[in-house]
């Protein structure tokens, strides 16, 4: 496995770990939030897990609305898989579970990382369905 790969990899798990503190808790710093979207690539896409097509634009005010909206929540990563990698991209998959004081959900995801111009990966492309 690349370094790349295995960046990548890290970043997934590190992202979900700002995500979970951001709807987790209704307190979250603003500095988590910062965090989470400076790992976004400019032309940044995502399709939705209702097919909705999202920019990286859209992405500041959906999370700004989601701070604290589900307490304790916390996320579980698995089946993690390199499906592609090059020098500069890398194709994971994932399962993505949710858990929360109200409910749960499940979603498998597939995740583009590309290179920035410093050579770090940035999500570039986020297809999430239903699972």
Known sequence: MTDFSSTS???????????????????????VLAELLSGFAPGFTMI????????????????????????????DIDEMAVR??????????YRERHVWHDGATQRRATVLFTAAADGRPLWAHLHETWA
């Open 9 to 31: 990899l890290r970043l997934t798990l590190d992202a979900h770990a700002l995500i979970e503190q951001w709807i987790g808790q209704p307190d979250a710093p603003d500095g």
């Open 84 to 93: 592609h990698a090059d020098a500069a991209s890398v194709l994971l998959s």
């Open 48 to 75: 939705t897990t209702d097919g909705q097509r999202l920019t990286g634009d859209a992405l500041p005010a959906l999370f700004a609305g989601l701070r604290g909206a589900r307490p304790g929540l916390k996320i």
